[in-house]
């Protein structure tokens, strides 16, 4: 179970980044795609550093790294099939 007290160090934020962009949605448009860009790119760094550093999730990597590519294809190929019987079902 989560720590109440991360959960509202990642709820907040949310809430206020969502509160504030509704509040300045009418005014002039900021960009911001270039520092969204390296945020994100320093997230997945921190990431990617976390896991090489632990040696438990290092050797774990292969098991979970196959479980997430089948889940993966699993919900690729269904999405597809869903929409193709989805289609048929529109067309008829």
């Known amino acids: 179970m989560a720590d109440p007290l991360t959960l509202v160090y990642l709820t907040v934020p949310l809430v206020v980044g969502v509160v504030s962009g509704y509040l ?4 002039r448009q900021v960009k911001l795609e270039k520092p969204i860009v ?3 790119v320093v997230l ?3 990431l ?5 550093s632990n040696s438990e999730l ?3 990597l292969p098991q979970v790294g196959l479980q997430a590519l089948v889940i993966a294809v699993l ?3 269904f ?3 869903f ?3 989805g289609r048929k079902l529109v067309k008829a």
Do not use: Q
Request: hydrophobic share 70%; no cysteine.
């Open 79 to 81: 999405s597809v099939a």
């Open 75 to 77: 919900a690729i190929v």
């Open 58 to 60: 290092l050797a774990a």
């Open 24 to 27: 300045v949605r009418n005014r």
């Open 44 to 46: 997945i760094f921190s």
């Open 38 to 40: 390296a945020i994100v």
């Open 48 to 52: 990617g550093f976390s896991i090489g």
């Open 83 to 85: 929409v193709m019987a």
